[in-house]
């Protein structure tokens, strides 16, 4: 009886001694959105989009003085003529809108390979400062996918992670 009492005093004071698991959670919705960088991101290929906006509209205006001035010069001329212009006219919409919409493609390439770079600085700086403050787990949540249904506000890492974040992106 008394080797059963010291085994379980033993188990109890083993069990007691085990590691606890520090977990702690971030808004990733939050983070990323507030993060500096992407803001800086954002307003970089805004001011581009503007540009490319106004460069659009000033191109199409172009084209559509020369739609005009050729619809005139169609009606003076044979039908053949006519034909000609109106086939050049068609043509060169087709090109502009070709080249248009690759610019834009492009544009909006360039900008999603921006913003994936800042995502993995995020989730980089997560895993090292889990490592650094020996979190077992960090978890992710957001409102498109709530992971964390419940969390105290002492393992709310959101803030803190942001903080840190935009304080090394100002270095």
Same mark, same amino acid.
């Given at each position: 009886m008394k080797n059963i009492m010291y085994l379980a005093v033993i188990m109890l004071v083993m069990a007691s001694c085990e590691k606890s698991k520090k977990i702690g959670f971030i808004d990733n919705g939050v983070v990323i959105?507030?993060?500096?960088?992407?803001?800086? @991101?954002?307003?970089?290929? /805004?001011?581009?989009?503007?540009?490319?906006?106004?460069?659009?509209?000033? @191109?199409?205006?172009?084209? /559509? @003085?020369?739609?005009q001035s050729t619809q005139v010069t169609a009606q003076k001329s044979s039908q053949k003529r006519a034909q000609e212009l109106i086939n050049g006219l068609q043509q060169k919409q087709q090109q502009l809108q070709q080249q248009m919409q690759m610019e834009q493609q492009q544009l909006a390439n360039e900008f999603q390979t921006e913003i994936d770079s800042v995502i993995v600085k995020?989730?980089?700086?997560?895993?090292?400062?889990?490592?650094?403050?020996?979190?077992?787990? @960090?978890?992710?949540?957001?409102?498109?996918?709530?992971?964390?249904?419940?969390?105290?506000?002492?393992?709310?890492?959101? /803030?803190?992670i942001l903080d840190s974040l935009n304080e090394r992106y100002k270095k």
């Open positions: 959105n507030d993060y500096q960088e992407k803001k800086d @991101i954002e307003a970089k290929f /805004q001011l581009k989009d503007d540009a490319f906006r106004k460069r659009t509209d000033s @191109i199409g205006r172009a084209f /559509q @003085i020369e739609v995020v989730k980089n700086y997560v895993k090292e400062y889990g490592k650094t403050n020996a979190y077992t787990y @960090i978890l992710g949540t957001s409102d498109a996918a709530a992971n964390v249904l419940y969390g105290t506000e002492e393992n709310n890492l959101t /803030q803190i």
